[in-house]
């Protein structure tokens, strides 16, 4: 059994999902970020982190990457050009959208007061909404990657919630209509009721 270390208001979420959508047993201990119990599993305190046969895993998407290998589901057959394309769209959300709703996140309350730079955020919420467009002309599915559903799903609607509640810009309907989709989903709805 897996032990996913993390409460579901950070990145921990997209672990949860993807276990729940797998189908998969796992104890959650829902500690904060940098707390003590954090800090026992990941030596930056940043979560979440996944305990697999006594090893420690850290970062969301290697997390949950491991976890669709392992159990055949939200991902293509390494070694395919299917899953060159999906992790292609990893890299690039990861890139273009997680990466700059974190760089918000610092300049916002994580780095030291003397160290942020609030006027970043307006460039970061024109850059986030330029991406989100591009990536949203590209879809030809329900999912980005056709009619599966795979991880880079999981990551891109998590972060749709993570720009909703730090007031970024959500004006694009294909991306309105796709994340509403998939937040209808029962193992959605299961990750968020958790702690």
Not at 105 to 118: G, K, N, Y
């Amino acid at each position: 059994m897996y032990t996913v270390v993390g409460s579901r208001t950070n990145r921990t979420f997209r672990v949860l999902w993807v276990l729940e959508e797998l189908g998969v047993e796992y104890d959650h201990k829902p500690y904060s970020v940098r707390s003590p119990e954090a800090l026992e599993h990941s030596p930056t305190g940043k979560l979440p982190a996944l305990i697999a046969e006594g090893e420690v895993i850290t970062d969301s998407a290697a997390i949950i990457t491991f976890l669709a290998d392992r159990h055949g589901g939200l991902t293509f057959p390494a070694g395919s050009v299917q899953r060159a394309k999906q992790d292609a769209l990893l890299h690039r959300v990861n890139d273009e959208i997680d990466a700059v709703l974190w760089t918000a996140a610092r300049h916002s309350f994580i780095l030291p007061e003397e160290e942020r730079v609030p006027a970043v955020k307006e460039s970061l919420k024109l850059e986030f909404a330029r991406s989100l467009d591009r990536l949203m002309e590209q879809i030809d599915g329900p999912y980005l990657m056709g009619d599966t559903m795979t991880i880079p799903d999981i990551i891109l609607v998590h972060c749709g919630g993570w720009a909703y509640n730090a007031k970024f810009p959500l004006e694009n309907e294909t991306f309105k209509a796709y994340t509403k989709r998939l937040r209808e989903r029962d193992a959605f709805k299961r990750a968020a009721a958790l702690p």
